[in-house]
């Protein structure tokens, strides 16, 4: 079973995925994800997929990521991308995912652009963290 670390600074929601996401276990990670999008909705939180983890992403995972997004956006929530590995981001990249969902190199960036709050509980975390 696919493994989907959590963590939340403020308002938002941090999911973790891990491994690969193929048509293999796609419809797991869906089911994983499934309570943190309906939660997202019912709160208003933005949701941000930390993919530092993610080994590799099909097109199975590319669309759980598409029907998230479509759940989301329309209502107004955020949702967004941090730390693809190289190969994970040419996957997002070559399928234009990034036209999609932003894009972000570091957490720290990813939630400066979601939520003020969310970044500075996160770089406080760090602080305590050294």
Same mark, same amino acid.
């Given at each position: 079973m696919m493994q989907l670390p959590i963590t939340q600074y403020a308002n938002v +929601?941090?999911?973790?995925?891990?491994?690969? &996401?193929? !048509? +293999?276990?796609?419809?797991?990670?869906e089911i994983l994800l499934a309570p943190y999008i309906a939660r997202?909705?019912?709160?208003a939180h933005p949701l941000l997929l930390d993919l530092q983890n993610l080994?590799? &992403?099909s097109s199975a995972g590319l669309r759980i990521f598409m029907l998230a997004s479509k759940q989301l956006l329309p209502n107004g929530i955020k949702?967004?991308?941090a730390n693809p590995q190289?190969?994970?981001?040419?996957? +997002?990249?070559?399928?234009?995912?990034?036209? &999609?969902?932003?894009? !972000?190199?570091?957490?720290?960036?990813?939630?400066?652009?979601?939520s003020a709050n969310a970044h500075a509980e996160y770089e406080k975390s760090r602080l305590g963290n050294d």
């Open positions: +929601l941090v999911l973790q995925p891990e491994g690969r &996401i193929t !048509y +293999l276990n796609a419809l797991d990670f997202c909705k019912q709160l080994e590799y &992403i949702i967004a991308v190289s190969i994970v981001r040419e996957i +997002l990249e070559i399928s234009r995912f990034n036209l &999609i969902l932003p894009i !972000y190199p570091s957490i720290a960036d990813a939630l400066n652009a979601l």
